[in-house]
């Protein structure tokens, strides 16, 4: 079975760090792009970063440019989403997605989120 | 930046009526880049329709998508009960730049 189960979620205070962490089963890792998303508390969808199949590129939506930093280590079958500077807009339901194997940027499959609070 | 607008905020409709649901772009966009994603109540999004009008693998004939430009369009033809869910539009542009729209609700009327 494809799954994919995040972890690492907590209760942080503001400008603290947490680091998120996605393993993935039943599918061939290293093959396929993998993104976070995020849901704040009754909002809307985010993007917040993706990285290729082999590390070698890796984006982030503007929000969180210079204090995220998506990882993964496929030996592992891992990804991770380190985030430091943590600012209460950052709380939210974290998904981690797996990107479709023709079309990156499509996630086709979800895991069931691990939720951040920031707050002091 | 293209801004992705749904409407209406919330269809509420019986089971087995059809539902159409939009999403606007606010420029032109290549509907390659444009997808569908359901949400249901406490769990996670799932891939609906992929370049405009592509169903993803699983999804029942029921949903449809259709569009070019910058109007596009999700048709469930006859809605059943686990179909009541929170329906999302999404567009990627090569910067890259992801953007979901606001959603639109479908609930049981």
């Known amino acids: 079975e494809v799954q994919l189960v995040e972890s690492g979620g907590g209760l942080v205070q503001p400008g603290g760090s947490l680091r998120l962490s996605c393993a993935a089963s039943g599918f061939i890792f290293r093959s396929y792009w993998m993104h976070w998303v995020r849901q704040a508390p009754g909002k809307g969808l985010e993007w917040v970063a993706n990285m290729k199949e082999d590390g070698s590129e890796k984006y982030y939506v503007d929000s969180v440019k210079g204090r995220f930093t998506i990882s993964r280590d496929n030996a592992k079958n891992s990804l991770y989403l380190q985030m430091n500077s943590l600012r209460a807009e950052d709380t939210a339901v974290y998904y981690c997605a797996r990107g479709l194997l023709w079309a990156h940027y499509y996630m086709d499959v979800w895991g069931k989120g691990t939720t951040v609070t920031v707050s002091s | ?109």
């Open chain 2, 1 to 109: 930046e293209i801004v992705l607008t749904q409407s209406p905020g919330t269809l509420s409709l019986s089971p087995g009526e059809r539902a159409t649901l939009s999403c606007r772009a606010s420029q032109s966009i290549n509907s390659n880049y444009l997808a569908w994603y359901q949400q249901k109540p406490g769990q996670a999004p799932g891939l609906l329709i992929y370049g405009a009008s592509s169903r993803a693998t699983g999804i029942p004939d029921r949903f449809s998508g259709s569009g070019s430009g910058t109007d596009f369009t999700l048709t469930i033809s006859r809605l059943e009960p686990e179909d009541f869910a929170v329906y999302y539009c999404h567009h990627y542009d090569t910067s890259p730049r992801f953007t979901f729209g606001p959603g639109t609700k479908v609930d049981i009327k």
